[in-house]
């Protein structure tokens, strides 16, 4: 398993991309994703929500378990990723690319957040 290196990550298990104009992507870890196995249902933040750094923001639903989703950053919700709804699976095939979860437009980046090499010593991954 490998984290990208350009994705910055939480203790929570969530990544997060790039800013770019003031946006960023969020989604979960590789980790995270094959810890919860079958991803089944996702309840995302909806577009307009304010969502913050640490807090609840959603959840994923597996044949496994139910686990909270954490915002890794502090902002307004921009998109949601229908496709995830839709779909829910693609949570665990493609975690760093078409199972991205929200974008939020960034008010305040926490300072905590771990570059790959930290998160993949942190997850033991």
């Not at 909806?46 to 639903?61: I, P, R």
């Not at 995830?84 to 979860?101: K, Q, R």
């Amino acid at each position: 398993m490998s984290n990208p290196q350009q994705l910055r990550y939480s203790k929570e298990h969530e990544w997060l991309s790039a800013v770019e104009d003031g946006v960023a992507t969020v989604g979960i870890t590789e980790h995270a994703a094959n810890a919860l196995g079958d991803v089944v249902f996702a309840q995302l933040p909806e577009v307009g929500d304010t969502v913050t750094a640490g807090e609840t923001c959603g959840e994923l639903e597996s044949t496994k378990s139910v686990s909270d989703l954490y915002s890794p950053v502090t902002g307004e919700v921009t998109a949601s990723n229908q496709d995830v709804v839709d779909d829910p699976s693609l949570v665990n095939s493609a975690p760093f690319e078409g199972g991205w979860l929200f974008k939020v437009r960034v008010a305040e980046e926490p300072k905590d957040l771990l570059s790959a090499d930290e998160y993949t010593e942190f997850s033991g991954n």
